[in-house]
């Protein structure tokens, strides 16, 4: 099949790698005409494991190519996925400005039928008038689809190709076929194809990431109690895990969420409760103790240094809000950070892959180090705060002969606790005795 993929974000540039992987011709489009240079001479701009290499076999392969002529990618594709950004708003609802430029864009481009999917995480109705939009530009026939994606950064490439699930919102049996065609080759084990209508797609995403949203702050909230009780949060995880009805996933305590699904999309469904004067009275506890915990992780370093940072330096170990990724969107690393300069601290900050993007948030405020031992030279304190595999297993007698201080605070849960404290560190974890 020919297809248009609109947005090279980190959604649209999985998409279209994997499609033209699967022998469909693809056109990924962008009005950012440096970025398109930047994607033909191969550069890409996020971090995914394996994204680059298929990337670069299905250019040279002549199946997935890249432009900012929008009309012409329209024009010569049967199939056009909305895959462009849906930031937040002051006021929590999604950003739809893009798609619904796009939307109108499309309008205006058409030829003949085409299928239009929103692939953006957008809310209930947005479909509803992506295709009003299009309808004003054009006389020719056309189906609108919701086709949510349910990519883990970190995971995304094989997250596409071994799918849980295919979720089609439509309710034109066409379009649902030529959905059922275009996934067949990733669902060939039996992940199910479920086709419902549109506003129920649109809601499946939502309703997916504030559920997980939620597991994660009610971890955090039990972590809390366990410490105020003397209780051990790994041992209730694990407690609650081994029930079948609970499982495993999502049940780590924490600084908090981040990225760009779990803080925006929580925020949105939010916001269409207020709309449809339907409160979302957990997911706003949700949020709030989200956003407290990184808080209260900056608290405990205030008190153990009695509020005294203005001549304390601190070692960071993470950046990215979570591992295998250089996404720092709503990354707990910034408000924690932000908090200690704020205080009078030094910060030194190193990350496998979220250095550039530090850079640009931090500039020269904080110092940024080579490697993670020389971003503890002299440090007061080491703080934790992304699960890193390259920080579970490091040297620490070589930890300990460059911080002035051996104090650690791990925010993640990923040091024990009693080995730890029998090299000589003061160590401090979340949830645990």
């Known amino acids: 099949m020919n297809i248009a993929v609109i947005g090279t974000g980190y959604v649209g540039l999985v998409v279209g790698a994997c499609f033209a992987e699967s022998g ?53 594709s049967k199939i056009i996925f909305i895959a ?16 619904y430029a796009v939307a109108t864009a499309i309008g205006k ?14 809310p209930v109705g947005t479909a509803d008038t992506v295709r009003d939009l299009i309808d004003k530009e054009t006389n020719l026939e056309f189906d609108v689809v919701s086709n949510p994606e349910f990519l883990k950064q ?20 066409r379009a649902a076929e030529i959905l059922r065609e275009l996934y067949a080759p990733f669902v060939r084990t039996g992940s199910p194809i479920l086709v419902v209508d549109i506003r129920t797609s649109e809601m499946v995403k939502y309703a997916a990431n504030a559920f997980l949203a939620a597991r994660i702050s009610f971890m955090n909230e039990i972590s809390n109690l366990c410490e105020a009780v003397g209780a051990d949060v790994d041992m209730v995880r694990k407690g609650m895990a081994a029930d079948s009805r609970i499982g495993s996933a999502f049940l780590f305590p924490g600084v908090g969420y981040g990225g760009s699904c779990f803080p925006k999309d929580t925020r949105a469904l939010i916001q269409t409760g207020r709309e449809f004067t339907t409160p979302m009275r957990i997911l706003e506890a949700v949020e709030a ?75 020269s405020r904080i110092e940024f180090a080579p490697n993670n031992y020389d971003c503890l030279t002299g440090a007061d304190a080491l703080l934790l705060v992304t699960e ?46």
């Open 24 to 76: 469909n011709e693809v056109v990924c489009v962008d009005n950012n005409s440096d970025k398109i240079a930047k994607l033909e001479m191969g550069h890409i701009p996020i971090y995914e494991p394996g994204l680059p290499e298929l990337i670069e076999r299905n250019v040279r392969d002549h199946r997935l190519t890249f432009t900012t002529d929008l009309k012409s990618a329209v024009q010569k």
């Open 84 to 99: 462009v950004g849906t930031p937040t708003t002051s006021s929590g609802a999604a950003d739809l400005s893009a798609v």
């Open 109 to 122: 481009a058409m030829n003949e039928y085409k299928v239009v999917i929103t692939k953006s995480t957008v």
């Open 154 to 173: 970190g995971a995304a490439v094989d997250d596409f190709m071994r799918p849980d699930r295919i979720v089609v919102g439509t309710d034109n049996p």
């Open 289 to 363: 103790v989200n956003n407290d915990q990184a808080h209260r992780f900056v608290n405990r370093v205030i008190d153990h240094f009695k509020g005294k940072l203005k001549d304390k330096r601190f070692g960071v170990w993470g950046l990215s809000f979570k591992p295998r990724t250089n996404d720092m969107r709503d990354a707990p690393a910034i408000r924690i950070i932000e908090q200690l300069l704020r205080k009078g601290a030094a910060i030194s900050a190193y990350d496998p892959e979220a250095m550039e993007e530090g850079k640009r948030i931090f500039g």
């Open 388 to 433: 890193w595999q390259e920080f579970r297993n490091p040297n620490f007698e070589r930890i300990k002969a460059a911080m002035r201080n051996p104090v650690i605070f791990d925010g993640r849960n990923i040091f024990e606790a009693g080995h730890i404290r029998d090299l000589g560190f003061t160590y401090f974890s979340i949830g645990r005795k």
